[in-house]
Each structure stands twice: as C-alpha cells, then as structure tokens.
C-alpha cells in the first residue's frame, strides 16, 4: 500500500522492463491513460514497435465522489510517478463512467447531445459533452468527459486525444470478432460491467450496470438477456476486465450460464506480468 497525505492507494504495476534507463532510450513514447472514479491505469508504447513496455495501475481504496475529488489523486500521483514526467510523442485518456448513450449516425444531431443523453442519465447545465464517431456501427457515443482531467492534461501535455470507455471497448471487440454468431462480452470493473453484444460482426446491445452484489451483477445480466431473448444454454459469453476464475461473480455467472469464457489478449506484456490475459482489456487488449 501505498500512503499519501490524504488518502491511500494501492499500486500495481506490470511491466516489461523494470529501469528508467529503458524507457529514456526510448524517443518516441506514446502514453495512454485510463480515468474512474475508482482509480486509473496507464501504459507507455515504444511508438517504433507498437509495443506496450510498460504499465501501471492505482486503486484508489474508496471510490471518489466526484471528478474534483479524482483530479486531487491524479495530480499527487502525477506529481510523484517519475514515467508520467516524460515528453511523450502523443497521449491518449479513456474516460470510463456510465454518463453516456449510443445513437446511429441517422438520428443523430449534435445540437440534441445534451437531449440525448438525459434520456439515461441526469445531465447538469455545466456539463460538458463530447461525442465519439464509432465508424464501425455507423453511430455515435455520446457522453460526459471529466473536463477538469481534460484540462490538467492539456495543462502538462499539449494537445491530446481522448474517448469513452465503451467506444474503445466496442471498437476491439468489432475488430477481433471472427464469429457470426450471437455472443455476449462483458467487461468487469469494481462496481459496474458493461454488457455488449454482437451478432454478424454488428452490434446488437450495449449498457453498463451498476452493482454492489453478486446478486444485483447476475440480476442485471439474466434481465437484459431476457429482453433479448437470449438463451443461457446457447449463448456464449466473454468476460474481461476485473473478474476471475474463483471470483464469486464468475461463479455466480457459470451457475446459470452454460458457456462462460474468458477473452484472452495477445499482448506481449502478458508473458511479464502476473495477472491474467483477459484483465485491463481496455488498455491492453488486442
């Protein structure tokens, strides 16, 4: 564990070489970082051989209550993490929250953005809202970015791109598919799991439930199944993310699910890294 003044994190990091020397022989650096309000993660690619070198993970022990209380730990470990502090040829952050909705490029209006999104969630007057183009589906992701987290990295890095969560998720999940048939994934963090699935390389549903049980995570699964008349005994399903074999959701999943699987990267950071290949599949997946 590791204490700050003010709060108490815990790090986890993988990477394929453990010494800053490494990384300074390293010119041209790409970094890209995962934002929630339960933590972020993050990770630097050798640009020349497309290769994540190395990664780095913070949990935060409770979960911050807004994107103002996030930004206070981000920038305490900003300021103290010495592989965020170098000159990086291009950075990218992931916005993981559920403040979005998908909708196809022919209803779509960016003047309604706003509209859009309080059909979901409760939007404030001050939000600020930012949309992807999911080429792929033909649709857009419409969804709230932590502006301040936008401008602190602006602030210490210049210019910079970023995305929801989902977008990416869905955008490797539609690139590595190879079956038609209908198949659920479904990517697992602390408190919420976002549920997509395909069907003829197309996406068919996608949403993000929160969860504080096994019982509320099944609930919400078996529910949206239901309503797509999908059959326990015939689907197959995928899970990424923060979920493992002996975890009580995997178990929980398996007991009313006949073919639960695991999405398995084909990162090379994998062979040095002691977690399993379907875990920071957002990061890390391939």
């Known amino acids: 564990m590791v204490t700050g003044h003010r709060f108490m994190i815990k790090k986890i990091v993988v990477k394929k070489n453990n010494t800053i020397r490494f990384l300074e022989n390293i010119k041209d650096l790409d970094l890209s970082i995962q934002f929630s309000l339960n933590g972020f993660s993050f990770c630097i690619t050798d640009n020349s051989t497309k290769e994540n070198v190395y990664f780095s993970e913070f949990s935060f022990e409770e979960?911050?209550?807004s994107p103002e209380e996030l930004?206070?730990?981000?920038e305490e470990i900003f300021n103290s993490e010495i592989h965020l502090q170098k000159d990086f040829s291009s950075i990218n952050a992931?916005?993981?929250n559920h403040l979005f909705t998908i909708v196809p490029n022919k209803y779509f209006k960016e003047e309604n953005c706003k509209d859009y999104l309080n059909f979901n969630i409760k939007t404030l007057a001050t939000d600020f809202i930012a949309y992807d183009d999911i080429e792929a589906i033909e649709a857009k992701n419409i969804y709230v970015p932590y502006v301040n987290i936008n401008n602190y990295l602006y602030q210490n890095f210049g210019e910079f791109e970023y995305k929801h969560h989902l977008t990416v998720y869905i955008q490797?999940?539609?690139k590595n598919t190879t079956s038609e048939e209908k198949?659920?994934?479904?990517?697992v963090a602390k408190d919420h799991f976002d549920l997509v699935v395909i069907e003829h390389k197309k996406l068919i549903f996608s949403n993000s439930f929160s969860f504080l049980s096994k019982e509320d995570f099944m609930y919400y699964l078996l529910f949206s199944f239901e309503q797509l008349k999908i059959d326990t005994e015939k689907i197959k399903v995928y899970f990424t993310g923060a979920i493992l074999l002996e975890s009580d959701l995997y178990k929980i999943a398996y007991k009313y699910i006949r073919d639960c699987n695991f999405l398995e990267s084909n990162n090379p950071i994998f062979k040095e890294l002691n977690t399993p290949k379907?875990?920071?599949?957002?990061?890390?997946g391939t």
């Open 71 to 74: 930004l206070k730990k981000v």
């Open 172 to 174: 490797k999940l539609l």
């Open 94 to 96: 992931i916005y993981q």
């Open 278 to 284: 379907h875990t920071n599949y957002i990061l890390l």
């Open 183 to 187: 198949t659920a994934y479904i990517n």
């Open 63 to 65: 979960k911050q209550s």
